[in-house]
Nanobody, 119 residues
Framework: VQLQASGGGLVQAGDSLRLACVAS????????MGWFRQAPGKEREFVSA????????YYADAVKGRFTISRVNAKSTVYLQMNSLKPEDTAIYYC?????????????WGQGTQVTVSS
C-alpha cells in the first residue's frame, strides 16, 4: 500500500492550495482517509478526515471553514482544498488511511508534502 501526497508549495498568506493523496493497492472507498500536519518543532496534529461509507467529514478547529476534504473513489484520490492560508498552516502535510472511523491509529501513511505560507 502506498499513499502519495502532492500539491504542496510556497504561497502567500490568503492564497489557496489543493493537496492530493493518491492511493495505490488500497481502495479509498473502503477506508477512512485523513490529513495530518507537522510543523517544525511541533508534534504531528490532525487536520481533517473523511469517512468511507457516508463521506462524513471532520475538521480540526484550526482549519474549520477554510479547508475542505473530499474524495474521488474512481481516482483513488483524496483532496484537501486549503483556502485563506495562514503562516501558521506551514507544515509538512501527510495523508493517512485506516479501516475504522473509531480506530485510534491510522494503518497507512504517505510521505508528506511541504506547505509553506509566507506572511
Amino acid at each position: 500500500v502506498q499513499l502519495q501526497a502532492s500539491g504542496g508549495g510556497l504561497v502567500q498568506a490568503g492564497d489557496s492550495l489543493r493537496l492530493a493523496c493518491v492511493a495505490s493497492e488500497l481502495t479509498v472507498s473502503h477506508y477512512v482517509m485523513g490529513w495530518f500536519r507537522q510543523a517544525p518543532g511541533k508534534e504531528r496534529e490532525f487536520v481533517s478526515a473523511i469517512n468511507w461509507s457516508t463521506s462524513s467529514t471532520y475538521y480540526a478547529d484550526a482549519v474549520k471553514g477554510r479547508f475542505t476534504i473530499s474524495r474521488v473513489n474512481a481516482k483513488s484520490t483524496v483532496y484537501l482544498q486549503m483556502n485563506s492560508l495562514k503562516p501558521e498552516d506551514t507544515a509538512i502535510y501527510y495523508c493517512a488511511a485506516k479501516k475504522s472511523w473509531f480506530a485510534s491509529e491510522y494503518d497507512y501513511w504517505g510521505q508528506g508534502t511541504q506547505v509553506t505560507v509566507s506572511s
